[in-house]
């Protein structure tokens, strides 16, 4: 039989090689229309999107939670933003002051709701013990997010007395007072030695 030049030619790629040995093609997967990403958002700051953040902040949402929506900018680009723009730097604190006293209004409300209460067969009146737990569990999380943003208002209190040869420290806190018990070991094992 005599040979073609086609078959004494090498395939000039792998996908070639396949095909002149009579395998398919392979099968090109669709690709996926893309989503929001970091590089769709706004990277520009503007007033408008800055109030939105900060208001929104301000009413005690998380800044993931407003970032993740499509016509705001990333985390990142607000980060970004509070070092250049110090009048925005200045709005987002304040914005997270008040979403200290929205979390303080939350914690009031959470309080005041009646969980769901259950009958056994005895007509015995029970409270379903997990929805306690997740509420304890949110209240907390808003006292600790609240004490940190605004700890003047919701933190701890301490006060400072003066005292012979330093400072000693008085507080509120029940933790607190078995450190300054240490403390007070260590100053008069000091005046001692």
């Known amino acids: ?8 030619r090498p395939a000039k790629t792998l996908k070639a090689a ?6 398919p093609a392979p ?16 990277l520009e700051y503007t007033e408008d999107i800055a109030e939105e953040v900060c208001w929104r902040l301000a009413h005690g949402e998380s800044l993931v939670s407003i970032c993740s929506s499509e ?3 990333h985390c990142a ?7 250049r723009f110090p009048t925005f730097c200045e709005l987002y604190t304040r914005a997270r002051e008040d979403q200290a006293d929205t979390n303080a209004d939350e914690i009031l409300a959470i309080a005041d709701e009646k969980p769901p209460e259950f009958r056994d067969d005895k007509g015995r009146v029970y409270l379903d013990q997990s929805y306690l ?8 999380a808003r006292k600790w997010t609240s004490a940190k943003l605004k700890p ?12 012979e040869g330093g400072a000693a420290i008085k507080t509120e806190d029940a933790n607190a007072s078995k450190f300054l018990e240490v403390i ?10």
């Open 18 to 23: 396949k095909q002149a040995q009579g395998s």
């Open 152 to 163: 003047r208002k919701y933190g701890d209190r301490v006060a400072v007395e003066g005292v």
């Open 27 to 42: 099968v090109q997967t669709p690709v996926a229309p893309k989503t929001a990403t970091l590089y769709h958002r706004p």
């Open 133 to 140: 737990l997740w509420q304890k569990q949110r209240i907390e």
């Open 1 to 8: 039989m005599p040979e073609t030049k086609a078959a004494k």
């Open 184 to 193: 007070k070991n260590m100053e008069m094992t000091k005046r001692a030695g």
């Open 71 to 73: 016509h705001l900018p």
């Open 77 to 83: 680009t607000i980060y970004r933003w509070l070092i």
